[in-house]
C-alpha cells in the first residue's frame, strides 16, 4: 500500500520513464580558465588535430562553442585528455582572437564564405608558367583575398625551364609582391626549397594554387620526410586526376621558427564575401586619395577622386591600374 502525507519517503516518488530534466537553463558558462593553449593542425570529420604544447592531441568541439569553427591555423583552448594517447578525445571550449583570415567562396554568387585559414602571416600564392598555363585572374583573386584578410602575398612561379617569367613578372612589378623563380629540375634536387625557405622564417604561411603548379610536391620539399604529403598525377589541361591535397595542413619548419600551410588545389577562387573597400588598404600610396571619393566609391568612375590624386603625382598610374585591375576581378571569372 502506497503511503501519502507526512507518511512518504524517497521510495514512495515515482517518475515517468524518459522524462526531461525541467530545471531552467543557465546562461553562465564555465570560464576554463585552466584550459591549455594549442594550434589546430588539420580538421577531419569534426575532428581536430592540435598541437599542445609538443604532443598531438586529438579534439572535438564542446558544444558550447555552438556554430563557431575551428580551422586549420586557430589558437585554441583545451580540456579534457590532453595526453595524446591512442582512443583519447579532448574539447576546445575556446578560439581565441585572429588576427588573420584567409577566406573564399566557391563562386562569386555563393553566400556561403569558406574559411581556409586563420592567423597566417602570409600567402605563397604557386603558379606555373607553363604546363598549366598561368591564371593571371585567379591570381589576382588570391591576392584580393589576402589583402582583405591581412596576409602578405608571396609570388611563387614553378616550370621555368618551360616558359621565362617575365610577361608575369611585368603583370605584377607595380605591386611590389615579393617572389620566387623555380624549375621543376630545383623542385626534384631541393633547390626551389632553398630559395622559398629564406621568405618563410619566423613566419605562417599558407600555399595555395590550381592543381598541378607543383604546390604539394614544393611543400613536401620544405618539410621532414616523415610528415611529407602524397604527390599524385593531374591532368594539366583539365585539371581532372587525384588532387593530393584534400584538406588544409599545417607543418612546422623544423630548421626555422615558422610554419607551412597545405591548402587543396583550387579551380575557383570565389570573392563574394569581399567588401572592395577594404582591398584600398593594401595601396598605402592611394589610400589617402580616397578622401575626396564618393560614397560607396567603386574607385573606377568617373567621380573617383583617384584619378585626380595621381594626375597630382601622388602616386604612379600603374599602381591605380592594378587596383582597378584587382577589384575587377569580382566582376569576372578566373577564365576571362
Known amino acids: 500500500m502506497r503511503r501519502y502525507g507526512k507518511h512518504t519517503d524517497e521510495d514512495d516518488i515515482r517518475t ?8 531552467p537553463r543557465t546562461n553562465i558558462r564555465p570560464k576554463h580558465e585552466d584550459a591549455a593553449e594549442g594550434m589546430v ?15 598531438v592531441v ?8 555552438g556554430r563557431k569553427a575551428a580551422v586549420v591555423g586557430d589558437r585554441v583552448a583545451l580540456v579534457g585528455d590532453l595526453s595524446g594517447k591512442k582512443d583519447t578525445l579532448a574539447r576546445i571550449v575556446r578560439i581565441e582572437e585572429r588576427t588573420s ?3 573564399r567562396t566557391a563562386d562569386d554568387d555563393d553566400p556561403f ?14 603558379t606555373a608558367l607553363a604546363d598549366p598555363e598561368p591564371r593571371p ?39 611590389d609582391i615579393p617572389f620566387v623563380v623555380t624549375s621543376r629540375e630545383e623542385l626534384e634536387d631541393g633547390g626551389a626549397a632553398d630559395r622559398v625557405r629564406q621568405h618563410l622564417d ?44 584534400t584538406s588544409a595542413l599545417a607543418l612546422p619548419l623544423m630548421d626555422l621558427a615558422g610554419w607551412v600551410i597545405d591548402t587543396p588545389g583550387v579551380r575557383s577562387f570565389g570573392l563574394a564575401h569581399i567588401d572592395p573597400s577594404r582591398v584600398i588598404h593594401a595601396f598605402p600610396d592611394l589610400e589617402p586619395g580616397t578622401e575626396g571619393c564618393p560614397r560607396a566609391c567603386s574607385h573606377d568612375e568617373p567621380d573617383c577622386a583617384l584619378d585626380e590624386w ?16 584587382l577589384l575587377a576581378t569580382r566582376e569576372r571569372t578566373e577564365g576571362d
Do not use: W
Open 202 to 245: 619566423g613566419k605562417v604561411t599558407a600555399f595555395v594554387g590550381h592543381s598541378g603548379v607543383g604546390k604539394t610536391t614544393l611543400v613536401n620539399a620544405l618539410v621532414p620526410e616523415g610528415r611529407r604529403r602524397t604527390t599524385g598525377h593531374v591532368n594539366a589541361v583539365t585539371g581532372r586526376g587525384r588532387h593530393t591535397t
Open 310 to 325: 595621381v594626375a597630382e603625382g601622388h602616386a604612379d598610374p600603374a599602381r591605380l591600374y592594378s587596383l582597378r585591375r
Open 113 to 126: 564564405e569558406r574559411v581556409v585559414v586563420a592567423n597566417a602571416d602570409q600567402l605563397a600564392i604557386v
Open 16 to 23: 515517468r520513464p524518459g522524462r526531461r530534466n525541467t530545471r
Open 58 to 65: 586529438l579534439a572535438m568541439k564542446a558544444r558550447e562553442l
Open 101 to 103: 583570415l584567409l577566406r
Open 137 to 175: 585572374r585567379l591570381i589576382d583573386r588570391c591576392l584580393v583575398a589576402a589583402y582583405d584578410g591581412g596576409l602578405e602575398p608571396l609570388l611563387v612561379m614553378t616550370k621555368s625551364d618551360l616558359a621565362p617569367p617575365d610577361k608575369l613578372l611585368e603583370l605584377y612589378g607595380d605591386l
Open 41 to 55: 593542425l588539420t580538421v577531419d570529420r569534426g575532428r581536430l588535430t592540435c598541437l599542445v604544447e609538443d604532443r
